[in-house]
């Protein structure tokens, strides 16, 4: 299992974004924890959603 982000740019258009894996980490996340079945795909949308927005600010500093 691997955890990683990937950017990417279709040239000549507006069109950019990322791609998130976290399986290693979202796997160790519920490994500590008994949560709730439904509150499962929540948190992994969450630990997605730091994820990009740790990296989108990380490459925006100076």
Do not use: W
């Not at 299992?1 to 740019?9: T, V």
């Not at 980490?25 to 079945?37: C, G, I, K, S, T």
Request: glycine letters at 4%; hydrophobic letters at 45%; proline letters at 3%.
């Amino acid at each position: 299992m691997s955890d990683q982000i990937q950017r990417f740019l279709f040239d000549d258009t507006n069109v950019r974004g990322e791609i998130v894996q976290l399986q290693a980490a979202y796997a160790e996340v519920l490994a500590r924890h008994d949560y709730p079945r439904r509150f499962r795909a929540s948190l992994g949308e969450l630990l997605s959603a730091v994820a990009l927005l740790t990296e989108t600010s990380s490459s925006m500093a100076p």
